[in-house]
C-alpha cells in the first residue's frame, strides 16, 4: 500500500521509480532462488541469516547426519542445544551419534525429560540398554515408545524379538498383527512378521507373507533373500535357484550394498537385532556395508551349494569361483572347490 502511494504521488518519477523496485527485487529474487537450489545451500542460507537460532543449527545437523558428516552433525546439535537446553529432537538425535554410552544415555534422558512422550528417545535408550544386557528396561522402553508411537517398524520388531526370547511367542506375534493392521501395503511389516513365523515353525503362513511382501515390491532383497531360503528348506530347489539368480543379477547391475542399507533395517530379525544398538552414526553405516558384502557371499555360495547337491558340478564350480574372485575371503568355498 505504501509503495502503492509513493508511486501515485511520484509524478514524472514513477515510470524510473518502478523500474527500480522492479529490478531490487528481480535480484533479491535470484538470489533466494540460488538459496533453494538444494536442502544444503538452504539451511547454509538459514544459518547466515539466523546464525543464533536453535532450529537453524538443528537443521543442519540432521542435514550432515544424513550426508554421514557425524563430526560435522554432532558440533551443530551441540549448538543447537547451547542455544536451546530443551530442544529434545537434538539431544536425541546427538545420543545416535556418540560413541560414549555414558553420554549417550545422557542426551536420550534429557530427551525424554524434555518430552516425555518422545518416541524415538525411548526407542534408541532401549537398545542401548539392550546393548548393555538390561533386557528387563529395554522391554519397558520399547513399551513405551510404542505407547507413542504404535507403527514404529524399528520398536515393534525389536520388542517382538525380545518376547519372543522371553518366551512370549503369543505377545510377540500380536504386534506384529497390530502394525500388520495399521500398515497393510508395507513390504518391510510383511516381511518382519514372516521371519517371525518362520522362527516359530509355520511355515505356509511364512510363504504368504513373504510373496505378500514382494507383491508390494518385486525388488525388496531381504524378502527376496529370506523367500529363497525358505524355499530351500522346503526343498523347492527351482524356485530357491530363480530367486537366487535374481539377487545375485541385482548385485551385478545395481548397488547391493546402498540397497541393503536402505531396505535391511527392521526388515530382518538378525539385521535389526544386530544393528538397532548402533543407532544411525557413521559406524552403524560401515557396518551395514560390510554386512551387505558378506551378505552378497553368502548368497552367492547358497547357489552354488544348490547346484552341488543336485548334481550341476559345472555350474557349482563356476559360481564358487565367481564368488572366491569377488570375495577372496570366502574359505568355505575355497573348501567346496578343493574337495
Known amino acids: 500500500m505504501l509503495v502503492g502511494v509513493a508511486l501515485s504521488r511520484a509524478g514524472r518519477l514513477r515510470a524510473p521509480c518502478l523500474l527500480l523496485l522492479l529490478v531490487a527485487a528481480s535480484c533479491r529474487t535470484l538470489q533466494r532462488n540460488r538459496d533453494w537450489e538444494s536442502r544444503e545451500t538452504l539451511f547454509l542460507a538459514g544459518l547466515r541469516t539466523l546464525p543464533h537460532n536453535a532450529k537453524m543449527h538443528y537443521n543442519f545437523a540432521n542435514l550432515q547426519k544424513d550426508l554421514g558428516n557425524a563430526d560435522l552433525a554432532k558440533l551443530h546439535y551441540i549448538y543447537a542445544i547451547r542455544l536451546w ?143 529363497a531360503t525358505l524355499m530351500l528348506t522346503l526343498h523347492n530347489n527351482n524356485q530357491a535357484e530363480m530367486l537366487y539368480k535374481r539377487i545375485t543379477s541385482r548385485a551385478a547391475t545395481a548397488d547391493l550394498h546402498n540397497t541393503t542399507t536402505t531396505t535391511s533395517h527392521t526388515t530382518s530379525l538378525y539385521v535389526s537385532t544386530f544393528l538397532s544398538p548402533l543407532g544411525d552414526d557413521d559406524d552403524g553405516g560401515a557396518l551395514y556395508r560390510a554386512l551387505a558384502v558378506a551378505w552378497e557371499a553368502e548368497i552367492g555360495e547358497s547357489l552354488g551349494k544348490l547346484y552341488l547337491n543336485t548334481g550341476r558340478l559345472e555350474e557349482a564350480e563356476s559360481t564358487f569361483t565367481s ?17
Open 323 to 339: 564368488v572366491l574372485t569377488r570375495h577372496p575371503h570366502m574359505l568355505s568355498s575355497t573348501v567346496y572347490l578343493v574337495s
Open 85 to 227: 537446553p530443551g530442544h529434545s529432537s537434538a539431544h536425541n538425535n546427538l545420543g545416535t551419534l556418540l560413541n560414549d554410552t555414558t553420554e549417550a544415555e545422557n542426551h536420550f534422558r534429557m530427551a525424554l525429560k524434555a518430552h516425555p512422550h518422545h518416541a524415538h528417545a525411548y526407542y534408541n535408550l532401549a537398545n542401548l540398554r539392550q546393548q548393555q544386557g538390561h533386557m528387563v528396561e529395554a522391554v519397558t522402553l520399547l513399551e513405551e515408545s510404542l505407547r507413542y508411537d504404535a507403527t514404529n517398524r524399528d520398536a515393534v520388531s525389536t520388542l517382538a524379538g525380545l518376547y519372543s526370547e522371553a518366551g512370549r511367542s503369543t505377545e510377540a506375534e500380536s504386534l506384529h498383527l497390530a502394525l500388520l493392521a495399521a500398515r497393510p501395503s508395507d513390504p518391510v511389516v510383511h516381511n518382519n512378521y514372516a521371519a517371525f513365523l518362520q522362527k516359530i515353525g509355520r511355515r505356509e503362513a511364512t510363504l504368504r507373507h513373504y510373496e505378500a511382501a514382494l507383491r508390494l515390491d518385486p525388488e525388496h532383497t531381504v524378502a527376496l533373500v529370506n523367500t
